[in-house]
């Protein structure tokens, strides 16, 4: 089965920080990775699919990259909102499986 | 404006059966694959089922297969998942999703928009 890993478990930084989180696959899947920010209390946000493409109405600090089985989610200038933990998702096989995701925190 | 609301669910005894509604709305209903993913509490996101915009193919992960049914009524713009033996593991917040394909990569899809979730708690 697909394993999907994502580091850091956590991460801490201050406003106007460049953040950036890794999501790898135990095999290729291509570009098949979709970025979720999910809040307390709150359902899942997507902000990247296909590994690089910006949704719409997310802002352009959030960025991704990566094929094959390493991936990259980079916040340019970490804001206040955007804590949260970030979870990876795989769509290439069946089952969708999701990183076991990344909490942001704001010094 | 697209959304997705659940509902159904509850506390519920282990080996009992609960049925949870997504209802839809703001969007061409028929059109689009939905999905259910559940939450533990404290945990990460685990994917459960889909079906098909036509309901002609739903899969599921291992987890529930045999236990849970997913299935929709276009008419009434909603989908369902009917859960049958319960267990103490299943409790979690559910979540629906539509699923929305790439334009330019159609093989490639992503869940556009959620519901708020409903919580689960199987426990004796």
């Known amino acids: 089965d697909m394993q999907m890993t994502q580091s850091p478990s956590s991460l801490s930084a201050s406003v106007g920080d460049r953040v950036t989180m890794t999501c790898r696959a135990s095999q290729s899947i291509n570009t098949f990775l979709n970025w979720y920010q999910q809040k307390p209390g709150k359902a899942p946000k997507l902000l990247i699919y296909a590994a690089s493409s910006l949704q719409s109405g997310v802002p352009s600090r959030f960025s991704g990259s990566g094929s094959g089985t390493d991936f990259t989610l980079t916040i340019s200038s970490l804001q206040r909102e955007d804590f949260g933990t970030y979870y990876c998702?795989?769509?290439?096989?069946?089952?969708?499986?999701f990183g076991p995701g990344t909490k942001v925190d704001i010094k | 404006q697209v959304q997705l609301v659940e509902s159904g669910g509850g506390v519920v005894q282990p080996g009992r059966s609960l049925r949870l509604s997504c209802a839809a709305s703001g969007f061409t209903f028929n059109n689009y694959g939905i999905h259910w993913v559940r939450q533990a509490p404290g945990e990460g996101l685990e994917w459960v089922a889909v079906i098909w915009y036509d309901g002609s193919n739903k899969y599921y992960a291992d987890s529930v297969k045999g236990r849970f049914t997913i299935s929709r009524d276009n008419s009434k713009k909603t989908v369902y998942l009917q859960m049958n033996s319960l267990r103490v593991e299943d409790t979690a917040v559910y979540y629906c999703a539509r699923e929305e394909i790439v334009i330019a990569a159609p093989y490639e899809y992503y869940f556009d928009y959620w519901g708020q979730g409903t919580l689960v708690s199987v426990s004796s």
């Open positions: 998702q795989q769509t290439y096989s069946s089952p969708i499986i």
